[in-house]
C-alpha cells in the first residue's frame, strides 16, 4: 500500500500488486500488474480510528459510569472501577445483578433476559442503593438500554454517585 500525492493536492491511497518477467539472463523483460485505488477504504478506516479515539477519551475521562452489559460487564470505564471498587477484569467475572440490592434482582433478571431477546427499552433510578467490593453503601443514579452488540443484544448503562448530593439534601 502507498500513499500518492497527485498534481492537485489530493491524496490517493492505492494497492499495487505485480509479477516481473526476466529473461534467460535474468535480466527483467516486462512487468505486469495492477493497482487499485483504496483511498475510501483507507479513509473510512482512518475515521474508525478516530472514532474509536475519541470514545475512549470520552468513555475514560467521563465522571460518570459507563458500562455495557449481558450476563457479565463487557466493558467498564474507569469510573465504573472507581464507583464499585472492582477492576475492570473482576467486573467482566461479575453478572450484573451482583451489584444491585437484594429487592431489585428478581426484576433485573427480567429485564436482563428482554433486553437480551431485542426488546428495546430504558429504565431510569433516581436513586438507588448499591453495595461496593469494600462493603460499603452508595446511592447511585441508573439509566440503562437496550443496545445492538455484536450481532445480539446487551444493556448499555450509565451510573453516577450520587451519595453526596443526596446527603446534602
Not at 7 to 17: A, L, R, S
Request: glycine fraction near 6%; hydrophobic fraction near 35%; proline fraction near 2%.
Amino acid at each position: 500500500t502507498h500513499r500518492l500525492l497527485l498534481k492537485n493536492n489530493v491524496i490517493k491511497y492505492v494497492h499495487e500488486q505485480g509479477r516481473v518477467y526476466k529473461d534467460e539472463n535474468n535480466k527483467p523483460i516486462r512487468v505486469v500488474g495492477t493497482i487499485q485505488d483504496i483511498s475510501s477504504e483507507a479513509r473510512i478506516k482512518n475515521e474508525l480510528k478516530e472514532s474509536e479515539e475519541k470514545f475512549r477519551i470520552i468513555s475514560e475521562r467521563a465522571n460518570i459510569a459507563i458500562f455495557i452489559f449481558q450476563y457479565t460487564f463487557i466493558y467498564a470505564n474507569e469510573a465504573m472501577e472507581k464507583i464499585f471498587g472492582y477492576s475492570k477484569d473482576e467486573l467482566s467475572l461479575i453478572h450484573p445483578t451482583f451489584i444491585i440490592p437484594v429487592d431489585n434482582i428478581e426484576k433485573s433478571d427480567k429485564n436482563l433476559e428482554r433486553r437480551l431477546k431485542g426488546e428495546f427499552f430504558t429504565e431510569e433510578y433516581d436513586s438507588i442503593l448499591i453495595t461496593t467490593k469494600d462493603g460499603d453503601e452508595r446511592l447511585v443514579s441508573l439509566q440503562i438500554t437496550t443496545i445492538p452488540y455484536k450481532g445480539g443484544f446487551a444493556g448499555l448503562g450509565t451510573l453516577t454517585d450520587v451519595t453526596e448530593i443526596k446527603k446534602a439534601q
